[in-house]
């Protein structure tokens, strides 16, 4: 298994920071939270429910990607991760990257976030469902996953 050093350390630990805009009140302050389909609130950081209804297994999305090619990859990891290895076809999340998604306003084409062990890509969905798209998943287990269950050609890693 490969290792990776992260870049500072105190920079990774929430990896929205420093890539979300800046709220109406000119902080980094979010929120997370999202509406379900019986128009109750909740907080998709304190619900296990909410959390397992989101995540896809990663044979599921390989299945899913044969069929429907509309579907957009966001990788939520350090460009030094991505550069590594990613799956074709993702795009790296970026400042720009996220204006696009939320300025395109549509919930006709799923987003899929991807990141190392599915430890960080609820916060992203969190993120996108809270600006309203619903059509948001998140890999189970991230890239780690994937290369172990689909894809043992991408190399595995871990940061240290």
């Known amino acids: 298994m490969r290792r990776l050093t992260a870049p500072r350390r105190e920079r990774n630990q ?7 805009p800046r709220n109406k009140h000119g902080d980094d302050r979010h929120d997370l939270s999202a509406i379900d389909d019986a128009g109750s609130a909740w907080s998709l950081s304190g619900s296990h429910d909410q959390d397992a209804k989101i995540l896809i297994e ?39 990257t996220m204006q696009e998604i939320l300025a395109e306003g549509t919930n006709t084409r799923p987003l899929v976030i991807i990141d190392h062990q599915g430890g960080q890509g609820l916060d992203a969905a969190a993120y996108f469902m809270g600006h309203g798209l619903s059509r948001v998943r998140c890999l189970r287990g991230g890239i780690d996953a994937w290369s172990q269950e689909v894809d043992s050609k991408l190399p595995r890693y871990r940061l240290g």
Do not use: C, N
């Not at 929430?14 to 979300?20: D, E, N, V």
């Not at 090619?69 to 799956?87: F, G, N, P």
């Open 14 to 20: 929430s990896f929205l920071r420093g890539r979300l």
């Open 58 to 96: 990663p044979k599921e999305l390989a299945e899913w990607l044969a069929r429907d090619k509309t579907i957009r990859l966001l990788d939520v990891r350090s460009r030094e991760e991505y550069e590594a290895v990613h799956i074709e076809g993702s795009v790296l999340m970026s400042q720009p």
